[in-house]
């Protein structure tokens, strides 16, 4: 393998003459270093000026550091491509369910010597910290968010219906005949989901949650895809219900994530089910009119076992980086991603220049450390919060008293992109065979589990 | 002027450095990946014939071959006759010639991606879709253009054509002026009707330029990527993954770590079939361009 | 170019036929008319329209009024102008690439025609038969290597390993009459002198081929500028654009589509007898 690469660099190099350059040295602290770190892509002007506020602060206090900001968000189409590529950011994010693989195929840079010696690190809410843990427990890749699945709505398209915006749907009966009602007196969908790049699995696997069931049974060393079972039967059933015996899903079935948000933003989904802390995203990307917005929490079936999914997002250092890249972008973690969730000083700076630039504070979002924390930090910030609070009171109140589940953790994307197909033929073929596309991407999804 | 010595290899020099780099390795790489397994992190381990078993064994494999058959056989009904009609008739035109063939080409001319995107805006399955806005006129029901399995594949090849015709229209009227006039009189002096002499005359003076064309639609459509990437990224329910696509998939879709031995190696097995094509297409042009 | 079609002169004098002609003339036009400009047309007016216009009611002509601010947003926040630079940069550099390995190429083979001639020609040709699609994972691996992603280099370089053009000039070389070397290389011209003042000027034919071939390939390419050009500020509009059309409002992301589409429109209207005889062309031999 490396020989034929010697050559191909041999030649071009020679008849070229590119010239490759290489960092190195002994470490020197105020050596200048130039950190390339993650922005959203497609942001509003005033949330690029936000970013760029905190970065020329960042900057100010690091004098040898040298931010780059480049645009990257996690997107399961493309995000091979740039790991393999080694095009990603110094400093990239990726949801929990890609930590433990990134993790155990030491495709990030071990950051846990310099991350243990943060102010906060014992104090991490103790799920949120495993899923940025090594096997022998090392963090690393820093969690720094945390949400749960939780239900969004239009509230001017529960108006327009004749439904009372202040009083969501609280169980799937009343989430299909809201949709229904939605979809006849307004013409537009009543509730969508997202069906593409994985997230057709993801939504599945949240509603398989909410019914009681779990897409997979870890015993020991082993295990047992669990696709095929009662309470997924039941998700799809719901589902097609909707979809061809109401017609109250409107006539787009390929959503991914941000397709679903703009149509949602757009005011042609009554409905749908993501992130609770998406309020932000829609704000700063897709133009939401805040009058619009509504949110409550994940009706849950009701059995023992029925939960929310929950998730969250890890802040990791691309792989193959120098030390002082590594504490470069350690420090950029510490001070853009958590410092605003532990100081009060660092809270009261960023919620200050997000809310002058016109971006979202105090959308709902779960505790990254402990409630306590959380709930203080709620106070640091409160007088610049600028998100409707009241239209999101439906979840705010009782979304710490829905048990949360963890994503499902072997070959959880491929067994995602497993399902994307299932739920696609359920909303577009009306004669769709729920039970047979289950038991064969449960087939499939155990060949995967067993290559472990 | 034989040997041509040190300046004939410091001529050949840019294109033996960019096709050792970019060409001849590759090739190499490829067939020496699909016997590999890598993930660029580790080292890779031979595994013999093991990734052509895995994709063999895919059902997503014979999905994706039927899909791109079922592509190469709509573009062949409906994109294949269409640019021939045009450019007939369009030969037969006086006046304004250049105004018919400037409004042909004017698809060709936008972007690929941006005909796509726009078209996937025409295709709003909603009532007040584009497409469906005008059926409605007529008191149809909407179509669920992209996200009904069974026309999903259809859409996508109405807008290649869309976007197709106007080149391969040219190309034929080119081939029409080429079309010696004396056959036609003589035609005509045997009395044979217009149908007879398009019949009879046209379409056998056209032969080359058609098989050609034909080959090249069978070998582009092998290869069919952009259309159901943007449209449908290969949905509903896989209706309209492509072989291309899959190996893109399989090398960089799947998150964390793509399988690159599997890609290579569908990517042999469809070189295989395309390089029989091809060279079935450059015995072709050979013989056309030369006679 | 004969000037006649199946139907000869007295066949245009009846009346039948010519009452026919009419129909299937107008016929035409409304059908080229609508599938070539209609789309274009539309998207034009959508580029000025509010976003819950064009997806209440698509084909009504501005119900509500016109919104130009679309465009200075598609200008502003999407810019164009930068993505478009992109496009013109990438495709002007594998134009380059293509011509100058190609024109050596040809000119060694054909002309200076060293002993190995038939060997390398041999190898050349023979990735004639190898698709683009499977280089597409090494070919990845190795711009990974040469630390080129990102880099316009990463498009360019690998544009220029094109064994086609290298048949084409290669054998329009050798359709040029030899004497006209032969004497040059009596007057005392060495091999560069030839090439650039004899062989290139004579060249003009093929270049203009090569060149069409270039420019619409590398107008057209999606997938590899995709993978190997993953910094937004590097991309051309064609890998932009699907990726904005997530994070932008419907009309202003019309509006940058109509934008996009005007200028090769412009472009093709000034230069339409280039682009009509190219495109037979570049059609003929390679589609």
Known sequence: MTSWRITTAAVLVTALTVTACSTGGPLDPNAPV??????DPGLEQGAID?????????????????????????DATTFTA?????????????????GRGLIERRQITDISDLVEHLPYAKGFNESVAKAGQAQDGKMWAVPISAYGQALHYNRTLFTQAGLDPDRPPTSWAEVRSAAKQIAERTGQAGYAQMTTNNTGGWLLTTLDYAFGGRTEKIEGDTAKSTLNTPEMRQVLQTIRDMRWTDNSMGANFLYDWAGINQDFAAGRIGMYVSGGGNYGSLKAQNAL??????????????????????????????????????????????FYYLSKLTEQDAAVADAKTTAETGQAVGAPELPVFDR??????????????????????PYTDRMFAQPLVPEPTRSTQQVYALLDPVVQAVLTDRGADSSALLAAAETQAQTLLDRK | MRGGGLSALLFLMPMLVVFTVFSWIPIGQTVLMSLQQTNLVTDPVFVGFDNFRTVLKDPLLWTAVRNTLWFAFLALIIGYPAPLVLAVLMNEVRKLRGLYSALAYLPVVVPPVVAVLLWKFFYDAGPHGMFNTVLGWFGFEPVSWLQDASIAMVSLVVEATWAAAGGTVIIYLAALTRVPPELYEAAELDGASVWRKVWHVTLPQLRGVLLITFILQIVGTAQVFLEPFLFTGGGPANQTTTILLLIYNYAFATSLGGDYGAATALSLMLAVVLAVLSALYFRLTRSWSTS | MSDRGVLSSYDRKRPGVRRGLRVVNGALLAVLFTAGLGPVLWLAKAAVTPTQDTLRTPLALWPNGFDFANLATAWTRVEIDKYFLNTVLLAAGAWLVQLLVAMTAGFALSVLRPRYRKIVTAVVLATLFVPSVVLLVPLYLTITDLSLINSFWAVWLPAGANAFNILLVQRFLDGLPREVFEAARVDGAGPLRLFWSIVLPMS??????????AVIASWKDFLWPMLVLPDPSVQPLSVRLPALQRFVELDVFLAALAISTLIPVVLFLIFQRLFLNGGALGGAVKG
Request: proline letters at 6%.
């Open chain 1, 82 to 98: 740039q790991l393999a590529g080694g095009t990603l950011p110094a400093v990239f994010t990726v949801p929990f369910t890609d």
């Open chain 1, 372 to 393: 306590s924390l959380h709930d203080q930090r709620m106070q640091w910030i409160s007088q610049y919060v600028n998100v409707p609070t009241a239209q999101m009171k």
């Open chain 3, 204 to 213: 003009r034919p093929i270049l203009g081929v090569v060149s069409v071939f």
């Open chain 1, 50 to 74: 936000a970013f760029n506020a905190r970065v020329a602060e960042f900057e100010k206090a690091n004098a040898n550091i040298d931010i780059r900001p480049q645009e990257y968000k996690w």
């Open chain 1, 289 to 334: 009119k805040p009058a619009d917005y509504g949110i409550t929490t994940l009706p849950l079936a009701g059995t023992d076992r029925a939960g929310v999914l929950g998730g969250g997002t890890l802040a990791v250092v691309r792989a193959k980086v120098d030390d002082p890249i590594k504490a470069a972008a350690v420090k950029w973690i510490d």
């Open chain 1, 34 to 39: 130039t950190l390339t770190v993650a922005i």
